[in-house]
C-alpha cells in the first residue's frame, strides 16, 4: 500500500505543476475553480469511506474471553482446594467484563448505523451542489473557447480529470490506512495467541513422550521400545499449500520436499514478506533459479497470511530396537499425538 501511494502521490506533483502554469495563464480563473471543485470532491470520497467505516462497525465481542476453552487448552479439568476460591473469582470478573461487552456491542453498532445514515445523506446534498457548480463550470469554459481557447482548455481538462482520480484514489488509501493496522495487529495479536497455544500443545505431548519413554525403560523381552521425534515434523499440508500456490512450475518436482522439511511456515512468510532473495536463496531446494519465482507467487500478502496459519509440528516416531540383531525391526511415524 505505500508504495502504490508514493507513486500516485509522484504522479499527482507531476500534474500539479502543469496545472500551476494554467494558472498563470489565460485560464487562470477555470484553474482555480476547478482545483477547489476537485479538492472538495476528494474530500468527500473520504467522508464516504468514513461512513462505509460505520457501517461495518467495531465489535468489542472480540474482547470476550472463552474460560472453558482456555483451561482445556491448559489442562486443567479441576481446580486446586487451594487455589480454587481465587480462580473462582477471577473466572466472574471474566464473565462480567463479557456480559457488559456484549450490551455496549449492541449499542454502539446502532449508533454507528445512524451516524453513516446521517453523514451519507449530508455528502448526497453535496453531490448535488458540486453537479451545479460544475454545470456553471462548463457554461464558463463554452464562453473561453469562443474566445480561442480551445487549446489550453482541452488539455486544462485533460489534467483536471487525472488529477480528480489520483487524488481520489490517495485519498481512498489514506482513509483506509488507519483500519489496515488494526486489522494487521489484531492478526499480529492472532497469530501470537495461536503461536502460544501450538507452544503449550508441543510441551504437553513432549512431556506425554518423556512419561511413554520412562514407561518402556525397561527391555521387553529382547526389544527395547523409544518414541523420537523427527525434527522435519508433519508437513503435508504446508507441502500442500506451496504446491497449490507453486503449480506449473516444476518446484515439486526440483526441490519443495526438501524447502518443507528444512523451514516453518511461519519462517517462510518473514522471508518471502521481506523480499530477501539471498536468504530465499540458501534454503534447502530453493537456490537462485526458485527464489525470485517464490517471491513473485507466493510473496503476496494474502498469500504470506494464509501461509502464517499452517501448522508443522514434530512428528514423533516409535522406535523398536532388537537388541540380539542389533537393529531397528520398527521405525514409523506414531499418531494420536
Not at 446534498?125 to 481557447?149: N, T, W
Not at 517464490?294 to 514434530?314: D, F, N, S
Request: proline share 2%.
Amino acid at each position: 500500500m505505500a508504495e502504490g501511494r508514493t507513486a500516485l502521490s509522484a504522479q499527482l506533483a507531476t500534474i500539479n505543476e502543469r496545472l500551476q502554469a494554467s494558472e498563470e495563464s489565460k485560464i487562470k480563473t477555470v484553474a482555480e475553480f476547478q482545483n477547489r471543485l476537485t479538492a472538495e470532491k476528494a474530500f468527500r470520497a473520504v467522508l464516504l469511506s468514513v461512513a462505509d467505516t460505520y457501517r461495518r462497525g467495531i465489535s468489542l465481542r472480540r474482547y470476550t474471553t472463552n474460560v472453558a476453552q482456555m483451561r482445556e487448552v491448559a489442562g486443567v479439568a479441576k481446580y486446586m482446594r487451594e487455589t480454587d476460591t481465587a480462580f473462582t473469582r477471577a473466572e466472574g470478573v471474566i464473565a462480567e467484563l463479557d456480559e457488559y461487552l456484549r450490551k455496549e456491542d449492541e449499542g454502539i453498532a446502532g449508533r454507528l448505523t445512524e451516524a453513516a445514515n446521517a453523514l451519507v445523506a449530508e455528502l448526497d446534498e453535496i453531490e448535488d451542489a458540486h453537479g451545479s457548480i460544475g454545470e456553471r463550470m462548463l457554461d464558463y469554459v463554452s464562453k473561453l473557447r469562443g474566445q480561442g481557447l480551445a487549446g489550453s482548455i482541452a488539455e486544462f481538462n485533460e489534467l483536471s480529470q487525472r488529477k480528480s482520480a489520483l487524488v481520489a484514489k490517495v485519498s481512498r488509501i489514506d482513509a483506509h490506512n488507519e483500519q489496515l493496522q488494526e486489522i494487521t495487529r489484531r492478526f499480529d495479536e492472532a497469530i501470537a495467541a495461536l503461536t502460544a497455544t501450538r507452544a503449550h500443545i508441543i510441551d504437553r505431548r513432549k512431556a506425554q513422550i518423556g512419561r511413554l519413554n520412562e514407561a518402556f525403560g525397561s527391555r521387553i523381552g529382547q526389544y527395547r521400545v523409544r518414541i523420537t521425534v523427527d525434527l522435519s515434523g508433519m508437513y503435508d499440508r504446508y507441502k500442500s499449500f506451496i504446491d497449490e500456490n507453486m503449480h506449473g512450475s516444476m518446484f515439486r518436482m526440483a526441490g519443495m520436499e526438501e524447502l518443507c522439511a528444512a523451514t516453518t511456515p511461519l519462517d517462510l512468510a518473514d522471508l518471502l514478506e521481506t523480499k530477501n532473495l539471498e536468504a530465499l536463496a540458501s534454503l534447502p531446494g530453493v537456490g537462485s533459479r526458485w527464489a525470485s519465482e517464490l517471491v513473485e507467487r507466493i510473496g503476496t500478502p494474502t498469500v504470506t497470511l494464509m501461509l502464517r496459519t499452517i501448522w508443522k509440528p514434530y512428528l514423533p516416531t516409535i522406535r523398536v530396537w532388537e537388541t540380539s540383531w542389533k537393529r531397528y525391526v520398527k521405525n514409523d511415524p506414531v499418531t494420536g499425538f
